[in-house]
C-alpha cells in the first residue's frame, strides 16, 4: 500500500510538471504603458514607473582586474592597454549574503546600463553583487576569452565560468552564503549554459538562475537585428543618412524645449515630443546599435587572431595609431558575416568539419532542452513582443519552462526590466 501511495504520488508529480503553463501577464491588468516594441526598447520604462533604488555614493562598491590572459599583453597593441586585463565590478554587504553574478548582453561591459540598473535592484535586496562584461564585449575579448572568437556559446560558457571562479578567488573572505546567476539578452543564453556546465563543475552550485529575454535560437536572433538595418526609412537618400535624419530630429526637439536635458528620461520624453521616430526609424535605431558590437566583435577577434580580413596581418598598430579605416571596414560586416568569417571557420577547425546546423543548435537553448526542462532552479522572463523572438520560439520556452516562464504582453527588447512589476517579479523569484 505504501508503495502505490509512493507511486501514485510520483505520477501525480510528474503530471503536474508535465502540464505545467507558463505565467502569462494579461495585458489589460500589466499596465506597462509602451505597446510599440521598438519605442519599448529604445525609451525603456519611464521613470515615474521605476522601482527607487540607492544612488551609486551610497553602495560599497569597486571595480577589480583580473590577469587570466597573460600572454595577450604581447599580442595585443599598445593602444589596447586598457583591455589587457579584465575589470570587473563587485558591490559588497557589509554581512554574509548571497552573491548574484550577473552576465551583460550583447558586445555590452560589465558596467552597462542594464547591468548597473540590476545591480542595484539586487545589492538594495540584500544580495552581493558582481557584473560581468559580456563574452562579445572586446574587453573580455582581448583579456579573457581562450579563442577570441565568441559565438559559441558552450565556448563563452567555459570563458565566463574560469572568470568566475578567478572572481571567487580574488575574494576569498567575502561571505557568501549562496551563488545565484542571472543575465540579459545574449547574457541569458550564456547563463543556462555557465549553469549547465556547473552542474558538473560545481564550484557554485547555483541556487537560483534567471534569464531575462534570452534569444532562443541564437541564429535566429542575428538575423532579425541584421535586417533592422536593412528598413526602408522615409526621409533618407544619397545625401541625407540616417545619423544625420536623428541629429536633426534631436537637435529641433531641443530648441523647442528650450534647453538640452540628457537624463534617462530623454528618450522617453523625445518619443513623446512631435520629433518622435517612426517605426521605420526605430528599428534602423536598433538594428545600427548591435551593426557596432558587430564591428567591435569582428575587428577584435580579426586583429588579435590575425586573420588579415579587416586589419592587414603585418600593419603595425602603435598607440598613435588611427583605427579609424579598420572600424569602417568592420562596419561593413554584420552578424552574419562576422559568423560566416570567422566562427564558423574556427569551430570546424576544432570540431574536424561540424556542420553549420550542428553549431546553430549548440549555440542555442535548443542544445540545453532536456537540462532546462528538468531544472527546477532556472527560470525565463520574456516578452511576447521582443524582436529577437523567432517562429516557435515562445512555443519552445513554454514546453521547455512550465510555470518557470513569465511571459509580459508588451516590453520589446529588455524594455521592460526596470519597470516596477518585473523588478518585484525578478526578487520573488530569487527569494523563493
Given at each position: ?11 501525480g ?9 507558463a505565467?502569462?501577464?494579461?495585458p ?12 519599448a ?9 521605476r ?33 589587457k586585463?579584465l ?10 549574503a548571497p552573491l ?5 548582453g ?26 560581468l562584461?559580456s ?11 581562450r579563442f ?41 543564453l ?12 560545481r ?29 526602408q526609412v ?27 536635458d ?10 513623446q515630443?512631435?520629433?518622435?521616430l ?50 569602417r ?9 562576422y ?13 574536424d ?7 546553430i ?11 532546462l ?13 521582443d ?12 514546453k ?13 527588447h ?19
Amino acid at each position: 500500500m505504501l508503495r502505490s501511495l509512493r507511486l501514485a504520488a510520483l505520477l501525480g508529480g510528474l503530471l503536474v510538471s508535465a502540464f505545467a503553463q507558463a505565467r502569462d501577464i494579461d495585458p489589460g491588468t500589466y499596465g506597462f504603458p509602451l505597446t510599440n516594441p521598438f519605442e519599448a526598447t529604445i525609451a525603456t520604462t519611464p521613470p515615474d514607473l521605476r522601482p527607487k533604488l540607492p544612488l551609486d555614493e551610497d553602495i560599497n562598491q569597486a571595480d577589480y582586474t583580473l590577469n587570466i590572459r597573460p600572454e595577450r599583453e604581447f599580442i595585443l597593441p599598445d593602444n589596447f592597454w586598457a583591455v589587457k586585463k579584465l575589470h570587473y565590478r563587485l558591490a559588497e554587504q557589509k554581512h554574509a549574503a548571497p552573491l548574484v553574478f550577473l552576465i551583460a548582453g550583447t558586445g555590452a561591459a560589465y558596467n552597462s546600463a542594464i547591468n548597473e540598473y540590476l545591480k542595484k535592484l539586487f545589492w538594495q535586496a540584500g544580495y552581493h553583487v558582481v557584473q560581468l562584461s559580456s563574452p562579445t564585449s572586446f574587453d573580455f575579448i582581448s583579456a579573457a576569452s581562450r579563442f577570441a572568437t565568441p559565438g559559441v556559446t558552450s565556448e563563452d560558457a567555459e570563458d565566463l565560468y574560469r572568470v568566475m571562479q578567478a572572481v571567487r578567488a580574488q575574494h576569498p573572505k567575502l561571505p557568501v552564503t549562496d551563488f545565484y546567476l542571472s543575465g540579459y539578452s545574449l547574457g541569458a543564453l550564456d547563463a543556462a549554459f555557465v549553469s549547465k556546465l556547473d552542474e558538473t563543475r560545481r564550484s557554485f552550485n547555483f541556487k537560483k538562475v534567471l534569464l531575462l529575454n534570452p534569444p532562443v535560437n541564437l541564429y535566429t536572433s542575428i538575423n532579425n537585428l541584421d535586417k533592422l538595418v536593412q528598413t526602408q526609412v522615409k526621409g533618407i537618400n544619397n545625401s541625407t543618412t540616417f545619423y544625420e535624419l536623428v541629429l536633426s530630429k534631436l537637435t529641433r526637439y531641443f530648441q523647442q524645449k528650450g534647453y538640452i536635458d540628457l537624463n534617462e528620461a530623454l528618450l522617453y520624453d523625445f518619443q513623446q515630443s512631435k520629433q518622435h521616430l517612426s517605426n521605420e526609424q526605430m528599428a534602423m535605431l536598433i538594428g545600427v546599435s548591435f551593426r557596432f558590437s558587430a564591428a567591435d566583435i569582428a575587428f577584435t577577434s580579426d586583429l588579435i587572431n590575425r586573420r588579415g580580413l579587416i586589419t592587414p596581418i603585418d600593419y603595425p598598430i602603435r598607440e598613435g595609431t588611427s583605427l579609424t579605416p579598420f572600424m569602417r571596414r568592420a562596419m561593413q560586416c554584420d552578424f552574419d558575416c562576422y559568423m560566416t568569417e570567422q566562427v564558423i571557420p574556427m569551430w570546424r577547425a576544432r570540431t574536424d568539419g561540424g556542420s553549420v546546423l550542428q553549431l546553430i543548435d549548440q549555440a542555442s537553448l535548443y542544445a540545453l532542452k532536456d537540462y532546462l526542462h528538468s531544472s527546477s532552479k532556472i527560470a525565463v522572463m520574456h516578452n511576447a513582443d521582443d524582436v529577437i523572438l523567432g517562429p516557435g520560439d515562445l512555443g519552445f520556452l513554454r514546453k521547455t519552462f512550465g510555470d518557470r516562464l513569465t511571459v509580459y504582453p508588451y516590453g520589446g527588447h529588455c524594455g521592460n526590466l526596470n519597470y516596477r512589476v518585473n523588478a518585484d517579479a525578478m526578487l520573488e523569484w530569487f527569494r523563493g
